[in-house]
């Protein structure tokens, strides 16, 4: 069966500090991935998304940027954390045989800038 | 034209009543309708998924019922428990869609559910 793992679970960083989130899924090749962003435990916000290693699409304009340097590995990162950035963030995956539009979603990232 | 949205933002429910969520899209494109399931510090959890080929699907107490029509689709949580609080996110997407659209999912803003005991 497929897992999909995010760390750390939790994180407190000061603004302009750096910032490095990792996802990565077991049990499937090729997937999808995605990043979300979930503010003040509401909707979610698409990020990033990757169809393959080194194939990265930004959704939207903003302080972060997304790597796959893996098949199944997606980082997400920040050269200087704003305040705003703060939020729980989300990674998924979706692909595999007949159901490859299903997304499953990672425990999350909860992080707070201070 | 991407939008979806949903009502209500938080609902009440006795155990035993009937949830109804709602929720209304716009992009006649969208063929997969899915409803995720979100407790407090979780990530979402796909609950149940429709095709705009069928107007209602079934799985346990949960029903999604779906107007093509109307470009609107619901879920109903029957005999609710307490358990089933959580906050619940209905979702659209093209299953088939080539370059940069490819399993692109559009969330509703979420509803907040308290089922009381």
């Known amino acids: 069966s497929q897992t999909i793992h995010q760390w750390p679970a939790t994180l407190v960083q000061p603004v302009g500090s750096p910032l490095s989130l990792e996802c990565t899924v077991e049990?499937?090749?090729?997937?999808?991935l995605y990043w979300y962003r979930q503010a003040a435990g509401r909707g979610l916000q698409l990020l990033f998304y990757s169809v393959g290693i080194g194939q990265i699409s930004s959704e939207v304009p903003q302080n972060l940027s997304a790597s796959r340097p893996q098949d199944r590995q997606f980082i997400l990162s920040s050269k200087k954390l704003l305040l705003s950035d703060s939020g729980f963030y989300l990674c998924?995956?979706?692909?595999?045989?007949?159901?490859?539009?299903?997304?499953?979603f990672g425990p999350g990232t909860r992080l707070t800038v201070t | 034209q991407q939008q979806v949205k949903q009502s209500p933002q938080s609902l009440i429910v006795q155990k035993g009543g009937i949830s109804i969520i709602n929720c209304a899209y716009e992009n006649t494109a969208f063929d997969y309708f899915p409803w995720y399931q979100q407790f407090p510090g979780k990530g979402p959890a796909l609950l149940i998924a429709i095709r705009p080929d069928v107007s209602e699907k079934k799985e346990g107490r949960f029903t999604i019922s779906f107007n093509k029509s109307a470009k609107q689709f619901s879920l109903h949580i029957m005999d609710s428990q307490p358990g089933d609080s959580a906050t619940y996110f209905c979702?659209?997407?093209?299953?088939?869609?080539?370059?940069?659209?490819?399993?692109?999912?559009?969330f509703g803003q979420g509803t907040i559910l308290t089922v009381h005991p």
């Open positions: 998924a995956w979706s692909g595999g045989t007949s159901r490859f539009f299903e997304q499953y």
């Open positions: 049990g499937t090749s090729n997937p999808n």
């Open positions: 979702a659209a997407s093209k299953r088939y869609a080539g370059g940069t659209s490819y399993g692109k999912l559009t």
